[in-house]
């Protein structure tokens, strides 16, 4: 799969799944399908288990206390209830492909790759509080599958670092995400206006993994050349979830995939040409009419002359050069002036 073919044709809008499925295989599954008819073109999973991504310890720097809505618990706790079982990823992977999602994952360590691996996982995602595990990311790029790397903590050496990783193993299919590692963000810490400059620093697509509330910061992203959105996707806030708070519902997410779409359409294309329909909106423009009844020799004036509506007459321009000559007939009022008209 070309990822960077479709990046050409469309924005990727990419469903995260995260912890919303509440360790309910049934309600990962129903997710999935309402993330397809929600208009996703991706379903994206989490590949840790809260052993390969830190460990069991009430030691005080495991503690969460950083104004976060997880704060109070052990980051062993809230892995726990967050991580998706390795045993569901292959019926995942084949139910999100026989929907026609494309399916990718992050993972937090070599095993979790090895695991991706013996699916066939087309792309990989590197979480951003990952973006200085060089020795991860060089693990991940080494496989040769197209690398989406999201920045929601790093520095901007940090993502050199981590660009210059993957290009270190020969891999420059490289895609970075423009991020906010708070949840919810609020809206004044997100400055959309980096992502067109991380195109041109890094050369390369950039996208938003978004964690604000509701759906006008993607499409804004879109606007101003976001060619990958990543949004978490939650079946209901009703289900008991980590993640819910700054989740879309389908409903929700249908709503910006389709606020999506109609940003790219109206983004077009540079033109000046005009539309059939422009065109014949000119119609309406102003032009020189004879406004009062004129006869044959009487001199044009600001009087008998005005540029008015519709744009059937000469172009307004002329009518200092048209000003003092004479009919060459009569005219009557409302005759849109021509060159035949004027002596």
């Known amino acids: 799969m070309d990822i960077f073919k479709i990046l050409e044709e469309k924005v990727l809008i990419v469903a995260e799944l995260s912890a919303n499925h509440a360790q309910n295989l049934n309600l990962a599954k129903e997710t999935i399908h309402a993330m397809k008819e929600a208009g996703a073109d991706a379903v994206k999973l989490q590949t840790y288990t809260p052993e390969t991504i830190t460990i069991k310890s009430d030691k005080e720097y495991f503690f969460i206390k950083h104004g976060t809505l997880w704060d109070g618990q052990t980051l062993y706790e809230l892995f726990q209830k967050a991580y998706t079982p390795w045993e569901w990823h292959a019926e995942l992977k084949e139910l999100a492909e026989k929907l026609g999602l494309v399916f990718l ?59 210059n990783a993957c290009k270190r193993v020969g891999n420059d299919q490289i895609i970075l995400l423009k991020c906010v590692s708070a949840y919810p963000t609020p809206l004044e810490d997100v400055n959309l206006r980096t992502i067109p400059n991380m195109a041109e620093t890094f050369g390369c697509p950039v996208g938003l993994s978004d964690h604000t509330l509701g759906i006008s910061v993607p499409i804004a992203a879109v606007a101003l050349g976001a060619r990958v959105i990543e949004k978490h996707f939650i079946l209901s806030k009703d289900i008991d979830s980590p993640d819910k708070e700054f989740s879309l ?95």
Do not use: C
Request: net charge neutral.
């Open 105 to 163: 994952s992050t993972p937090f360590d070599r095993s979790a790759v090895d695991l991706l691996e013996g699916f066939h996982v087309p792309i990989y995602k590197i979480a951003s509080s990952e973006i200085t595990d060089i020795p991860l990311i060089e693990y991940v790029a080494s496989k040769g599958k197209p690398v989406i790397i999201s920045t929601g903590i790093a520095t901007l050496s940090d993502i050199e670092e981590a660009v």
């Open 249 to 343: 519902t389908p409903e929700e997410f249908k709503e910006m995939v389709q606020a999506i779409r109609d940003v790219e359409k109206a983004l077009g294309k540079v033109s000046y040409e005009l539309t059939e329909k422009m065109k014949k909106a000119r119609e309406f423009a102003r032009s020189l009419f004879v406004v009062k009844d004129m006869k044959k020799g009487e001199v044009f004036t600001e009087e008998n002359v005005r540029s008015i509506r519709p744009g059937y007459g000469l172009h307004p321009k002329y009518l200092k050069e048209i000003l003092g000559k004479r009919a060459r007939k009569d005219i009557e009022r409302g005759t849109p002036l021509s060159w035949e008209l004027i002596d």
